[in-house]
């Protein structure tokens, strides 16, 4: 038996799926759903169903209980499912995030549509590229459609979902070849592994659906007077860090603060004018242990920026962008950097708001990746240390260098230590990078990096074998299916030098295993009718009404619970309520409040109210 045979007699139909719709204002979700068709794979039986003039009346098209829905993409028609109150199908493969699955980190970046996937294999798109754009053209600029104009469009979609027929029968020998599946417990396996994957991606659909609920008074204040203030916020906060003649940056003052007051005598330089270098990403590396460079990192942000990025409203006032899910080669979440909200500054979060009745619930896996490591390699130091709830003060103490007494607050320099050496085992730091960070020598840091090893021989027993066993293999698995071929033992750094990958995927087990657990918690948690208004890194965004706060819970048991199926073991959920606005650390929330002090300020100055109007304050009250 193959593996195509596999699923053809585990379901009454295997349909492949297509839609046509016209989106929402922010090109994330189905605004119009235009059509419908489906393809029997193995059958060749077809249907279409014109839904652009009928009620969205709840009907499904199929009983899909006992069926396959084949997608590519399935964000897509999962959406459109949902804008019609359609019941949306358990068993969904997503071909888009398959052919990611096998080539993610193996081909050129953003070569996995449809079209390209189908000329990878060989697979002849019947359209030419002129008809394709015409008819996407016809579907997106009209609200109404002749009958002629219907039957170019249901042809146009019945034509990719043949062509995802043949990209899914490709995709699915692929994978019995790459994988090599021989036996029916293996395709049961990888059915229900790929299936895993198919469910998270329609949940994902509906996260998209539920948007951010954003405080839209503060947000179009922000975009209206932003350029009017700006240079006024730049003036107050370069107060602190004088690298700036009024709004126009000084090279020899940046120097004087770099060199003279923080003593950085390494700070790269520019090749041809020889000053010191205001790279963006020089900044933010020193950003986090020099307070005056992230204050000059905010700065320029700040003043490079004429409009607020991280929001796209929908016209019921909520951001949105497509979370993409699946699209790293650790199968995380890569919504875009300039769309997505909690992309954005820390202090612009702010605009994110409860909406009226409920309460916004962030939920965060506690030091995840430190619990991963230890269940995965059967670490018992390491779990125990995770499960005192600070491991760093823990590992301290096996390392004895913090008594047994000892406290976050009473050894806070050795604790520092332990929390690098977990940074840099995690990303594969070497013993120059440990020594840079604790400003030591190289003896001292070879020494630490020593005796953490030491302290979890099991754990790095573990990894190595790991590691070792993917180079042999030529993959990487984790336990859920997520995967990651290993073609080559070298790579291309940044500048173009031949290095090792071994450290670059030592931490690629961790974060995969991460995305493993939050695609269940996301199913656990929608499956119990729990609102997530969007995943973030190892967190969720809950969206909880306040006559419902004993729901907070529940969605922290089934997080926990998630990562139980996962990795055999619980991992602390901590939860932040948000009642009104998303606060910030106060350094952060420092940046929000002295903009709208001012934006305030200039308001009063400006006079501009004419007479018999309201107070902009008294305008501004009413929200969406």
Not at 29 to 49: A, H, L, N, R, S
């Amino acid at each position: 038996m193959s593996f195509e045979n596999f699923i053809r007699n585990n379901f009454d139909r295997v349909l492949s799926l297509d839609t046509e719709f016209r989106m929402d204002a922010t090109k994330t979700i189905p605004e119009k759903v235009v059509c419908f068709c489906y393809e029997d794979i193995f059958t060749g039986e077809t249907w279409k169903f014109w839904e652009h003039d009928k009620p969205s009346c709840g009907k499904t098209h199929f009983d899909n209980s006992r069926n396959l829905i084949v997608s590519y993409v399935a964000t897509a028609e999962i959406g459109c499912m949902i804008n019609l109150n359609h019941e949306v199908p358990n068993n969904i493969f997503d071909s888009f995030v398959e052919i990611k699955r096998l080539y993610l980190d193996r081909r050129e970046r953003g070569k996995f549509s449809l079209l390209d996937t189908a000329q990878y294999y060989g697979i002849l798109d019947k359209m030419t590229k002129d008809q394709k754009t015409d008819t996407r053209d016809l579907i997106i600029n009209n609200t109404s459609y002749t009958p002629e104009q219907r039957e170019i469009i249901l042809d146009y979609c019945m034509e990719d979902v043949k062509l995802n027929s043949k990209v899914f029968l490709e995709i699915i020998r692929d994978i019995e070849r790459k994988n090599k599946l021989k036996t029916e417990e293996d395709y049961r396996r990888e059915l229900w592994q790929c299936m895993f994957r198919g469910a998270a991606i329609a949940a994902v659909a509906r996260i998209e659906k539920n948007g951010f609920p954003i405080d839209m008074n503060k947000l179009n204040l922000f975009n209206q007077y932003w350029n009017e203030v700006k240079d006024n916020i730049i003036l107050k906060f370069n107060q602190d860090i004088d690298c700036f003649d009024g709004t126009v940056f000084n090279n020899k003052k940046f120097e004087n603060l770099i060199i003279g007051k923080l003593g950085l005598t390494n700070w790269p330089r520019l090749f041809k004018s020889g000053q010191l270098s205001t790279n963006k990403k020089t900044l933010a590396e020193y950003a986090e242990r020099f307070p005056e460079i992230k204050k000059l990192l905010e700065i320029r942000t700040l003043q490079n920026m004429t409009k607020l990025n991280g929001y796209q409203i929908s016209s019921d006032g909520r951001a949105r962008t497509s979370l993409n899910m699946c699209s790293t080669v650790t199968g995380r979440c890569a919504p875009s950097t300039a769309k997505f909200p909690f992309s954005t500054a820390k202090w612009a979060r702010n605009f994110i708001r409860a909406p009226w009745g409920s309460v916004l619930v962030y939920m965060d896996y506690s030091q995840q990746e430190v619990a991963i490591q230890g269940y995965l390699s059967g670490d018992e130091k390491l779990i125990e240390a995770y499960n005192t709830g600070d491991v760093y003060v823990k590992t301290g103490k096996l390392c004895k260098m913090i008594p047994d007494h000892g406290t976050k607050q009473t050894h806070p320099k050795e604790r520092a230590i332990f929390k690098v050496l977990f940074l840099a085992n995690s990303y594969g730091a070497g013993e120059n990078w440990i020594a840079d960070q604790l400003k030591c020598d190289l003896p001292t840091a070879r020494y630490y990096k020593k005796l953490f090893r030491r302290i979890y021989k099991k754990y790095f027993y573990w990894i190595q074998n790991f590691i070792d066993n993917g180079f042999l293999r030529g993959k990487m698995t984790t336990a859920f299916g997520w995967q990651r071929f290993i073609s080559s033992h070298l790579k291309r750094d940044k500048n173009g030098k031949i290095v090792g990958i071994k450290n670059s995927i030592q931490n690629w087990p961790i974060q995969s295993t991460g995305s493993d657990i939050l695609r269940q918690a996301i199913l656990d948690l929608s499956a119990a009718h729990i609102k997530i208004v969007a995943p973030v890194h190892d967190a969720l965004l809950l969206e909880i009404p306040k006559p419902e706060l004993d729901t907070i819970k529940e969605a922290r048991e089934l997080m926990i619970n998630a990562a139980i199926k996962v990795v055999g073991g619980p991992i602390r959920v901590d939860y932040e309520v948000i009642e009104n606005n998303f606060k910030q650390e106060e350094k952060d929330q420092k940046i929000f409040d002295e903009i709208f002090k001012e934006i305030e300020i200039f308001i009063s100055n400006s006079k501009g109210l004419t007479p018999g109007q309201e107070p902009l304050s008294k305008r501004c009250e009413v929200r969406i």
